[in-house]
Nanobody, 124 residues
Framework: AQLVESGGGLVHAGDSLRLSCAASGRRFCTLGFAWIRQAPGKDRELIAAITSSGNSSYVRDSLKGRFTVSRDNDKKTLYLQMNSLNVDNAAVYYC??????????????????WGQGTQVTVSS
């Protein structure tokens, strides 16, 4: 699958962003997805995941209430809604997909297909 992220940019603390990930090349409805981010000098961390149907999802505890993951299987697009952003949320955000997405996979190494990443910068 080919994945293309969009929606990143420079925002002020407290602002919101919605990241999108458009997929092609595989049956979108069979893929499980995740959002993974990497800040400078830090390890990659999986922050959200969603099953192929969208019926189950996960958001990292520290981000619950501010970040929401969703998907539109008709539009073949994955989303990450990020509210009340702060400087700690600045990172490159990657969209990733895996086959057999009926169950949640919470380790980023389990994902086969990756986008190029989109930069999120938050100014204080």
């Amino acid at each position: 699958a080919q994945l293309v992220e969009s929606g990143g940019g420079l925002v002020h603390a407290g602002d919101s962003l919605r990241l999108s990930c458009a997929a092609s090349g595989r049956r979108f409805c069979t893929l499980g997805f995740a959002w993974i981010r990497q800040a400078p000098g830090k390890d990659r961390e999986l922050i959200a995941a969603i099953t192929s149907s969208g019926n189950s999802s996960y958001v990292r505890d520290s981000l619950k209430g501010r970040f929401t993951v969703s998907r539109d299987n008709d539009k073949k697009t994955l989303y990450l809604q990020m509210n009340s952003l702060n400087v700690d949320n600045a990172a490159v955000y990657y969209c990733a997909a895996r086959e057999g997405g009926t169950t949640l996979a919470l380790k980023w190494k389990l994902y086969t297909y990756w986008g190029q990443g989109t930069q999120v910068t938050v100014s204080s």
